[in-house]
Nanobody, 125 residues
Framework: QVQLVESGGGLVQPGGSLRLSCAAS????????VGWFRQSPGKEREFVAA????????LYADSVKGRFSIVIDKAKNAVFLQMNSLKTEDTAVYYC??????????????????WGQGTQVTVSS
């Protein structure tokens, strides 16, 4: 079992940056793929990005490609989501989660086993 804890959310102006953190308070990421999802009020949870613990072949949603990146820190047993050039439509609660599914299914919410509690990101002027 893996217990995930997100942090780093907050209020930022459009065009700004934030870095979200996902740490494993229990267990390890080493055998999992780590994914980031987000959910806005009234909307379904949507895929943002995912990567294997090795960092190879990351996958990004088209809406964040070129602006967001996943950074792995093995020493800290943590995964970061670096978010740049933020837009108002990026406002959401962001969640990290883990899976062992194949890469073609990384964007599917139902494929993930364990989830963090979420962290709020608000992009507003």
């Amino acid at each position: 079992q893996v217990q995930l804890v997100e942090s780093g959310g907050g209020l930022v102006q459009p065009g700004g940056s934030l870095r979200l953190s996902c740490a494993a308070s229990e267990g390890s990421f080493s055998t999992y793929t780590v994914g980031w999802f987000r959910q806005s009020p009234g909307k379904e949870r949507e895929f943002v990005a995912a990567t294997r613990w090795s960092g190879s072949y990351p996958l990004y949603a088209d809406s964040v490609k070129g602006r967001f990146s996943i950074v792995i820190d093995k020493a800290k047993n943590a995964v970061f989501l670096q978010m740049n050039s933020l837009k108002t439509e990026d406002t959401a609660v962001y969640y990290c989660a883990v899976t062992r599914t194949v890469r073609s299914s990384w964007s599917e919410v139902g494929r993930y086993y364990y989830w963090g509690q979420g962290t709020q990101v608000t992009v507003s002027s």
